[in-house]
């Protein structure tokens, strides 16, 4: 059973528009997400993280986090066809294992022109 | 300028034979990690080191050992190759825990 649950699978934004990507953990243990961006044949780069709830931004790109619900969100405005990659949410525990990130299955974004 | 550097990039191996994948980072951090990916299963946790020292070990094979001859280094051994273990290996690395993982090219190993 899959701990992190993002949505949607697929995601199509016209050029300019808005994009929001969602992810819960069903580990109650869950203290940090952490979103990565992955574009093809290359290795995931850390976005954003967020360890509190509420909000953070920086730039086009807006995290929330509900830590009663476990449930992030990730939003991007002003979407470009560069910004195309897919998108991994990662869940950390400070109790668990040494660091280990919990991934997602991915929300695979398509900006188009 | 890759601060993490992970060898071969490609390998194709054959059924039951062993590999070596290479990971040396730069970053002066002191932890690393190894991850995998494949098509069919997402980006998943297979083992971490801090100082050298192993810290947790996800994978449910003896056939994958982690090996770390200096603090910035850490291959994988794989014995007795599978088709299954066919997918992306990703090196990777942090300062300490709690703080962002950075990731590697990635050694994508094919098992024919």
């Known amino acids: 059973q899959q701990k992190v649950q993002q949505s949607p699978e697929s995601l199509i934004v016209p050029e300019g528009g808005m994009a929001s990507l969602n992810c819960t953990s069903s580990?109650?243990?869950?203290?940090y997400f952490w979103w990565y961006r992955q574009h093809s044949g290359k290795s995931p780069k850390m976005l954003m993280?967020?360890?509190?709830?509420g909000e953070k931004e920086e730039g086009r790109f807006t995290v929330h986090l509900n830590k009663a619900s476990l449930h992030t969100s990730l939003h991007i405005r002003d979407s470009q066809p560069s910004d195309s990659a897919l998108y991994l949410c990662a869940a950390s525990s400070v109790s668990g294992s040494f660091n280990k990130l919990t991934f997602g299955a991915g929300t695979r974004l398509a900006v188009c022109p | 300028d890759p601060k993490i550097i992970q060898k071969p990039k490609y390998l194709v191996a054959v059924t039951g034979s062993e590999k070596i994948l290479i990971c040396e980072q730069y970053?002066?951090?002191?932890?690393m990690y190894w991850y995998r990916q494949s098509a069919k299963k997402p980006l998943e946790f297979m083992f971490s080191?801090?100082?050298?020292?192993?810290?947790d070990n996800q994978t449910a094979s003896s056939r994958f050992q982690p090996q770390s001859s200096k603090k910035n280094h850490l291959d994988l051994q794989i014995t007795a190759l599978k088709p299954d273990d066919s997918a992306t290996y990703f090196c990777a690395s942090s300062q300490q825990e709690n703080t962002e993982v950075f990731f590697g090219k990635g050694t994508r190993l094919t098992v024919v």
């Open positions: 993280s967020i360890f509190s709830n």
């Open positions: 580990d109650r243990n869950v203290d």
């Open positions: 970053l002066g951090h002191n932890a």
């Open positions: 080191y801090s100082y050298q020292k192993l810290m």
